[in-house]
């Protein structure tokens, strides 16, 4: 997507230095456009333990990454790596010392069991590492990393498009049926390009139909404790000159009584098998809304934010962040000393309340057979 004159990806590899990974730091925006430069695993760790990077397929395509650069740290990119039953033969074609793909192999495998517990709810985490890992068992190369990582990210950019393809008839219709007139969308938390690796989930519907002249309107939900919908979603509309309205959280319900929501859009951190939503706190209560006031609820997803391995939403952990995040705001303090803080950082939204999932092979019921069909 473009920020004024310039096209960007969320994340991109420096290509004068295979040894380092550029992203867009979100926790400084909207106040300032920062690159952060990430060179080593425990990098890629803290920036997405820090939120620096966030959005399931963001903190996919980023660990991904994370799995190329530990590859390189522990020496799996010396041409004289040793190969042993991990991929047969032998190759020891300079004088530096060798280093056995077998030791690089064990190393790599710890980083990524590390990565996978920096953001234990997004599957999109576990999906990428374990893909990363698969590549290197059979081609420990730096070329053939390199290239996983590269083409993982450019199937995510590929997938958020066809999320936007496969939606945006969901708003030409609603256009249609008010005669042209703007058609309001409220979302919740960021499941734009900035989530995402470009596109995004929940707005590339959005963004495809503003591009081709639909009239659209978004709520943004601020979206606290982070304000991921005030900081970024606002931000990221406004540049691509999208009207949008930001809103309190809690002003959503108000808004679909007046009639003044058409649709909602959300994204989607992990999804059951049975369809049920995992995402950032508050789309439950969205959902009971729209449900309540019989506005359509899509959470929009790639395939691979599906968990198949988990029917019941109970069997997901969700994750409980810093207190700190909701005692205070940028380091200032607007809660008493000593109260006690929860700070979940996700919820669920069950599938009876879902009219749709609109994913990147088409639109499905918010059922099991549905969900199985798609996947498969």
């Known amino acids: 997507m473009k920020v004024g004159e ?61 799995v190329y650069l530990s590859f390189m740290e522990h020496g799996g990119g010396k ?25 690089v192999y064990k190393a790599v495998i710890s980083d990524a069991h590390r990565l996978r517990s920096a953001r234990p709810t997004a599957v999109n985490l576990a999906w990428a590492v374990d893909y990363m890992t698969g590549v290197m068992k059979f081609f420990p190369e730096e070329g053939a990393m390199r290239r996983a990582a590269e083409g993982l990210c450019d199937e995510e950019a590929e997938r958020s498009r066809l999320i936007g393809v496969y939606g ?37 519907p959005v963004y495809l139909a503003h591009d081709k002249g639909i009239k659209v309107h978004v709520w943004v939900d601020e979206t606290r404790p982070r304000n991921q919908g005030s900081r970024l979603t ?19 319900g108000l808004l679909m009584q007046k009639g003044m929501v058409d649709l909602v859009l959300v994204g989607c951190d992990r999804a059951t098998a049975s369809g049920d939503v995992i995402n950032k706190t508050g789309t439950y209560l969205k959902a009971l809304a729209a449900f309540d006031n019989g506005v359509p609820f899509y959470a929009a997803l790639p395939v691979s934010t599906f968990d198949l391995s988990v029917d019941r939403p109970e069997q997901v952990e969700i994750e409980e962040r810093d207190a700190g995040e909701v005692s205070a705001i940028d380091g200032i303090r607007i809660a008493p000393e000593g109260v006690h803080v929860s700070n979940y950082g996700f919820d669920v939204t069950p599938a009876r309340l879902i009219t749709g999932l609109i994913t990147d092979r088409g639109i499905c019921r918010a059922d099991k057979v549905s969900v199985l069909k798609t996947v498969s």
């Open 168 to 204: 945006l008839p969901l708003i030409e219709g609603l256009s249609t049926r008010k005669g042209g007139e703007t058609v309001n969308i409220l979302t919740h938390c960021n499941a734009g390009w900035l989530a995402c690796v470009d596109y995004g989930t929940a707005l590339a």
């Open 234 to 252: 606002a931000w990221e509309l406004l540049n691509h000159g999208v009207p949008c309205t930001l809103i309190t959280d809690n002003a959503g």
């Open 79 to 103: 041409k004289n790596l040793r190969r042993n039953e991990l991929s047969g033969g032998d190759k020891k074609d300079d004088n530096s010392e060798p280093v056995s793909a077998e030791d």
């Open 6 to 66: 310039r096209y960007y990806r969320s994340i991109w590899q420096n290509e004068s230095d295979r040894g380092s990974v550029h992203v867009i730091d979100q926790r400084r925006l909207p106040f300032a456009l920062e690159v952060m430069t990430l060179t080593s695993v425990d990098d890629v760790y803290e920036a997405i333990r820090g939120m620096a990077v966030r959005g399931a397929p963001l903190i996919g395509a980023t660990a991904a990454w994370g």
